[in-house]
Structures are given as C-alpha cells and as structure tokens.
C-alpha cells in the first residue's frame, strides 16, 4: 500500500517496516514515501486537466536532491528561494528556464548569477529590486524575464507566521504601487514582464483566500491587457494546506477549479508553487524515546532523540504533528509530553498525547514531516542534521546520510 500504513503489529511505508529501517540507519531518521510524492504530484497536476498549467514545486519545502529529482521525474517545474536553490535546482536537472526565482530579499550578488541565467522569470519584490534587476541586464546586454509579485492585501487565515499576503507582511508590491510600476514597463528594454506573482500564505486550509487572490490577478491582467501589456503566464503561488489533525482541507480538485474559475476567462497559462501539499504528507520522522520520567500526577515526559533540531515546526508555530509508536505495546494508553533532547522549553514536539505506553527505545513516527521538517532542520546543540531515507517501489535507500560531527566542523577552524 503506497504511503504509511499499519500492518497488525507495525507502522509501514510503501509496505517496508519503519522498524527496519530505524534498526538499519538509526534515529533521527525522515522517511519518504516516492510513491505518496509521486501521486500527489499527480493528483495537482491531473486537476488542472487541460488548462495550459506549470507546477513548479517549492523547493523550500524540501530540497532534499532525490526529492528534487524525481519530482522533475514527475514533469515538475521549480520555484528556487535563494540563489542556493538555484543551484540545488540545476543539480537536480532542472533547465534554467523551469525556474521560477523568489524571494523577498535577493542579495547583489544571487541576483548577479540570476540574470544572466535565462530563469522562467524572477519574481520581483519591490521597485528597487527592479531598478537593480534593470541594471544588471542592461549591463550585460540582456532582456531580463521579471514577475512582478503583487501583495494583495488578502488575509490567508492562516497561522499568521506563514500568513504573506496582508499589507503589514513583507512580501510582494502593494497594489497600487504594482499599478505604477506597469506603467513603466515600455521605456525599459532591458526588462520584460512576462508575468503577475502572487503567494497569500501556507497551510490555506479554505479556497476563499485563494480564489481571492486569484481573481485579483485577473483583474489586474485585464489592466494590463488594455495597458498594451500581454503576459506569458499568471503565477499563483503555493499554499494549499494538508490536514494535520484530520482537519477538512481542499482537495487538489477544489483547489483548482477555485484557481480557474477565475483565470479561465482570460485563457493565460498559469504557474503554481506547491511545495506542503505535495511533500508534507509523504515523509515522517522516525525518533526513538531515550528517557521516560514523571511529569504531573498523571502525566510523564517521554524524551526523545528528535526535537526542534530536527523538526522545528512545534517549537516555531505550536505546529501540531500526529506522533505513533511504531508497534503498540499492550496496556492502557497513558497521557505523555513527548519533548526533544535540546535545552529549550519550546523543544516539545506533542503536547498532551494519549499514547500505548512507551518504553525506552521505543521508536515512534512524526507524521506529516516531509515538508518543513528536514528543509528546517539546523545544528543547535550540535545536533548532526539526521539522515534520510527513500522508499521506493518495495525498496529503500539512503537520499542522505547522516551528519557527522567532521561534517560539521569542516568549515571552522581551531
Ligand atoms: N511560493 C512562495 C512564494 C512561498 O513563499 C511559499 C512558501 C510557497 C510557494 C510554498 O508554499 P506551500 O505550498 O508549501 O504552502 N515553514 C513554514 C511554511 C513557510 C512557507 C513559506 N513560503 C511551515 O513549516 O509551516
């Protein structure tokens, strides 16, 4: 059965034992499931149907190489956050021109490798970032392919962490702002809009947001049509939330006819930049518990070897993640905090959980970690980044091994 499963005694992915694979490659251990990744690209995709789309997959959510690669397996494109992921990208074989690049601060010297690249287009974040842009490929006697993203003004209700899209966030060029950078678009040859960029937030969890959105970048391509301006494509960002608490979310189908109800009139090709939807449901985060001990008069810490080091989402948002032994032991369930190893009091990974009791040793599953969770994962406490595993097809292999302490160190000096 593709994805995670349970068997009678265990915890399964793609049919493999997650037991297994703890004994084989140790704990902190992310597992991914190629066939989960594969068929949500799929399913994004297929929703779409005939409507001339791009999905460019966030890889924010989760560069991992092998991830990368078989998504562009898949027929993804790619959205790149950094000059880093750019050059992730490329590695993964993404062609340039499968790029998108965002961003909300790209430095002089990102942008000076960017340009002369040939990206799909850079999604830029300001008039300034433009004029900077402008300058750079007039230099290099170049046509520069830009985005303007758009800061809608539209609320994601989302967690307001992950929220992009309200005027106070950072992101994008206010509306009317956006109006008056249009506007100068036919006295700069060295520049060429090709498209509208907008990105409300993450984790959307109703349509309303995003069809919002959406239909705000209708209009303004319809402005823009009358401004003489034709664009190649409207980009609509990422977003879609999954369901963490088995929680109602859209489904790729509901997401996409919010999407072309409002594009469809105008017949532009459209980009997306999903990066959770298509990732975050296929990994977990395999952790074992190191300690066991009283908390209240009816609760116990269990520790365990992964924390905010390795899965930063609770400690940074009150992210909450499904967690399950691997095997259930007999025996009432009993109410546990279940915390990392790391010296901080946000380094609790679940908060009030009812669980099969829980041994030393035992091994247990994060799930929903495939997004944010490895992309996030930092050396606090000198904490080795933890090793990763595929699942594919019946069999497994290491996508990256464990950190070690020379790794780490190879960049410092005594
Ligand atoms: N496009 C842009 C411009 C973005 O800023 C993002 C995410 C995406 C696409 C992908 O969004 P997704 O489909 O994954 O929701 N670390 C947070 C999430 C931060 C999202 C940042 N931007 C978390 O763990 O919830």
């Known amino acids: 059965m593709a994805g995670f ?5 265990e915890l399964l992915c793609d049919d493999v034992s997650l037991s297994a694979l ?8 992310y597992v991914y499931s190629a066939a989960t990744i594969r068929d949500r690209f799929r399913a994004l995709d297929r929703a779409f149907g005939d409507y001339p789309h791009a999905v460019h997959y966030a890889l924010k959510a989760n560069s991992t190489l092998a991830l990368a690669r078989l998504l562009r397996e898949q027929g993804s494109a790619a959205d790149a956050n950094s000059i880093w992921e750019i050059d992730l990208a490329l590695k993964a074989g993404f062609a340039p021109g499968a790029i998108v690049f965002t ?11 960017a340009v002369p690249l040939g990206l799909k287009a850079i999604n830029v974040e300001s008039a300034g970032e433009l004029a900077r842009i402008e300058a750079l490929a007039s230099a290099a006697g170049r046509v520069a392919r830009v985005a303007i993203r758009v800061n809608p003004d539209i609320d994601a209700k989302s967690h307001p962490h992950i929220s992009t899209g309200l005027k106070i966030n950072k992101f994008g060029v206010p509306l009317d702002e956006a109006r008056a950078l249009f506007a100068t678009f036919r006295g700069r040859p060295a520049l060429r809009l090709v498209a509208l960029h907008v990105h409300v937030g993450s984790q959307i969890t109703t349509t309303e947001p995003i069809a919002k959105a959406a239909a705000l970048m209708a209009a303004l391509v319809g402005e823009l049509r009358a401004l003489g301006i034709t664009l190649e494509y409207v980009d609509l960002g990422g977003g879609l939330g999954i369901s963490y608490e088995g929680q109602p979310v859209p489904t790729p189908d509901d997401y996409a006819a919010a999407l072309l109800s409002a594009v469809r009139p105008l017949g532009l090709p459209i980009v997306i930049e999903p990066g959770r ?3 975050g449901p296929a990994g977990a985060l395999i952790t074992r518990v190191i300690d066991v001990k009283p908390r209240t008069a009816d609760s116990e810490f269990a520790v365990l070897d992964a924390g905010m080091t390795e899965l930063m989402r609770p400690a940074l948002y009150g992210a909450y993640h499904a967690i399950e032994p691997l095997t259930i032991r007999a025996g009432a369930e009993r109410f546990y905090e279940l915390v990392g190893p790391i010296c901080e009091s946000t380094d609790v990974v679940g908060r009030d959980r009812w669980l099969s009791p829980l041994e030393v040793g035992d091994a247990l599953a994060i799930r929903d970690a495939g997004a944010y969770g490895s992309a996030m994962a930092n050396n606090y406490n000198r904490h080795p980044l933890p090793a990763e595993v595929l699942v594919d097809n019946g069999a497994w292999r290491v996508i990256r091994r464990r950190q070690t302490i020379d790794d780490m160190t190879t960049m410092e000096t005594l």
């Open 103 to 113: 961003g909300v601060g790209k430095s002089p010297a990102e942008l000076a490798r």
């Open 277 to 279: 939807s298509v990732v």
């Open 22 to 29: 703890a004994v084989a490659e140790g704990t902190p251990l």
């Open 5 to 9: 499963s349970r068997s009678p005694t």
